[in-house]
């Protein structure tokens, strides 16, 4: 049974910085990579950063590039996004999950968690 819970969003000024978590249960935490997503109303979800199972890989898409930082801790099973110098572009439901393409897996499906609301206000 995977779980994921994140937590740490809310309101935060544009320019200013959030930290959030994610707890994963339910599956060999260490062995797999892990990702941070974010969704807005009618839109898909979009990855905003990934991190290997080796803690120094990571990638993250243009749109956050130099402003969001993942990492994790394989002793707790956490997951972090820090977010730092947020804009509006950035006000989502953020979701901590595998890669895109585990979680295709029948281990993973159905498996997101209900998310943390980032909103940015100027």
């Known amino acids: 049974q995977v779980q994921l819970v994140e937590s740490g969003g809310g309101l935060v000024q544009s320019g200013g910085s959030l930290r959030l978590s994610c707890i994963a249960s339910?599956?060999?935490?260490?062995?797999?990579?892990m990702s941070w997503y974010r969704q807005t109303p009618g839109k898909e979800r979009d990855m905003v950063a990934t991190?290997?199972?080796?803690?120094?890989?990571?990638a993250y898409p243009d749109s956050v590039k130099g402003r969001f930082t993942i990492s994790r801790d394989n002793t707790k099973n956490l997951v972090y996004l820090q977010m730092d110098r947020v804009n509006d572009e950035d006000t989502a439901v953020y979701y901590c999950?595998?890669?895109?393409?585990?979680?295709?897996?029948?281990?993973?499906?159905?498996?997101w968690g209900r998310g943390t609301q980032v909103t940015v206000s100027s």
């Open positions: 339910g599956f060999t935490f260490r062995r797999y990579g």
């Open positions: 999950n595998v890669p895109r393409p585990i979680i295709n897996t029948e281990q993973f499906d159905n498996s």
């Open positions: 991190i290997g199972t080796n803690h120094e890989a990571t």
